[in-house]
């Protein structure tokens, strides 16, 4: 049994939390700040979705690589309530990151972003008129609560029960 999770995973994780951290951010303090009517919209747009619809084929490689490969066990033995909290949170992590990123292609997709990227077509006023964007506006915050729980529940590991538990997330082998 791996003690440690496999070099790809330990890259793509990381990778992956720079770039939806990123995301977070941006979307909410820059991005929808932005006026539809702004020139600097769809430069930024563009710059969004191409990093988001990124982060969604990268978060299926390493979710491929996770059920293909060996990895470690649960931190909590089989059977106990904080194994399924563990089990479940990781789930919801990735399910969450993808149905932000299918959330945001179908708004791509609502307002043809392809053809306003190429000039071929003008915004619309805004974007609220859409599902897509009252489901992306829920979702990101449930997505970001939940990275929010993750990280504390890494720091308890870490330096209140103190079990070293990031060291399987580290690229560095241990055996
Ligand atoms: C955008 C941010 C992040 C996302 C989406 C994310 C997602 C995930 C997922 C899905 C797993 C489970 C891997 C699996 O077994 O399939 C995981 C594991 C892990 N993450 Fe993160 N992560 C993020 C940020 C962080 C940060 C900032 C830290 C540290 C402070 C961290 C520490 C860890 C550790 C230690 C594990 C291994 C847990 C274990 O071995 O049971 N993560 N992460
Ligand atoms: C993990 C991937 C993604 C994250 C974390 C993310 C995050 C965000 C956030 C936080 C917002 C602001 C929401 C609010 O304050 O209500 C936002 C808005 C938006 N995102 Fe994303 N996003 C992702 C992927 C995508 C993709 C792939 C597309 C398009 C192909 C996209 C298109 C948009 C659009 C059109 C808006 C609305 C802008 C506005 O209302 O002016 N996003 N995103």
Same mark, same amino acid.
């Given at each position: 049994?791996?003690?440690?999770y ?12 720079v770039?939806?951290?990123?995301? !977070? ?25 191409? !990093?988001?619809v ?16 060996? &990895? ?7 059977g ?42 003008? /915004? ?13 506006g ?9 990275? /929010?729980?993750?990280i504390?529940?890494? /720091? ?10 990031? &060291?399987?997330m &580290?690229?560095? &082998?241990?055996?």
């Amino acid at each position: 049994m791996a003690t440690q999770y496999n070099r790809l995973a330990v890259l793509l994780h990381w990778l992956l939390a720079v770039m939806v951290l990123l995301l !977070l951010f941006g979307g909410s303090q820059m991005l929808v700040i932005l006026d539809n009517a702004d020139p600097e919209k769809i430069g930024a747009l563009q710059g969004h979705a191409t !990093l988001g619809v990124l982060v969604g084929i990268l978060t299926l490689i390493r979710l491929i690589n996770i059920l293909l490969r060996d &990895r470690p066990t649960n931190a909590y033995p089989t059977g106990t309530s904080m194994a399924l909290v563990t089990s479940i949170g990781h789930k919801l992590l990735y399910l969450l990151v993808l149905a932000v990123v299918g959330s945001g292609i179908a708004m791509g997709i609502a307002v043809d972003l392809g053809a306003v990227v190429a000039g071929a077509a003008s /915004l619309p006023e805004s974007f609220h008129h859409l599902g897509a964007r009252a489901a992306h506006g829920i979702l990101t915050k449930l997505l970001a609560l939940t990275i /929010l729980g993750h990280i504390l529940a890494a /720091l308890y590991h870490q330096f209140i029960k103190k079990d070293n538990l990031l &060291r399987r997330m &580290r690229w560095k &082998r241990m055996d």
